[in-house]
């Protein structure tokens, strides 16, 4: 079965400054993607990044940027320069055929 | 991309009565799928809506309680019945891509039962 963990509930960082949030993932299928989405108090999920499970170069969008290393099913997401609007609730997510498996979630702070 | 708009936007009901939720994608999709979002939780996959037939519903979901119909490739309704206060929740309809590599997400409903 598809899981994916997510072992920070929340986290805090200053404006301007880098922050990580883990992911890691369990699936038996061989091509699969990975996303981070963002839930922001409007409750629209946006899709922030996404990787390419056969793809070894690490996804990048802007400030945003993931480590992602296969081997261990880990899938971090970096946040650089962070500003106040990254305050969110952000999900790692899994897919395989079609079903999307999302993680508990992280909810992000950005302190001004 | 796809845009995808749901009504009611959010709606206060009494226990033991019903809400259907529609969900509009402004252009054809195979697969469109229902979630439910508890407070401060996590998406949880109610059923896969499918065109022509029945959906497809995860464990813990019975048509009975989440009937849902999908007339066209575009249009589906969600219904919550004979609800309780545990059904309060967020409910959000999504749609895969055609690449099945990007899901594109409802606005939510914001369900709160009494």
């Known amino acids: 079965a598809q899981t994916v963990t997510q072992s920070q509930p929340e986290m805090s960082v200053q404006e301007a400054e880098t922050v990580t949030l883990s992911c890691t993932y369990d699936?038996?299928?061989?091509?699969?993607?990975l996303f981070w989405y963002k839930q922001p108090p409007s409750r629209q999920m946006i899709l922030v990044i996404r990787q390419e499970a056969y793809k070894q170069q690490n996804a990048t969008e802007n400030r945003f940027s993931v480590n992602f290393q296969k081997a261990a099913k880990s899938f971090s997401l970096k946040i650089s320069d962070s500003q106040l609007g990254d305050t969110a609730m952000y999900f790692c997510a899994s897919t395989g055929t079609y079903k999307y498996i999302f993680g508990t979630g992280t909810r992000l702070k950005v302190l001004a | 991309s796809a845009v995808i708009s749901q009504k009611p936007s959010r709606d206060i009901c009494q226990r033991g009565t019903s809400l259907t939720i529609q969900c509009q994608v402004d252009?054809?999709?195979?697969?469109m799928f229902w979630y439910r979002q508890q407070p401060g939780q996590s998406l949880t996959l109610i059923a896969t809506a499918n065109q022509g037939s029945e959906a497809t519903y995860e464990s813990g979901f019975v048509i009975d309680k989440f009937p849902i119909s999908r007339p066209n490739l575009t249009f589906s309704t969600l219904t919550v019945s004979n609800m309780s206060p545990e059904d309060s929740s967020i409910y959000l309809c999504s749609v895969v891509s055609l690449a099945g590599n990007e899901q594109f997400f409802g606005p939510g409903t914001r369900l709160t039962v009494l």
């Open positions: 252009s054809q999709v195979t697969m």
């Open positions: 699936t038996s299928e061989n091509n699969y993607y």
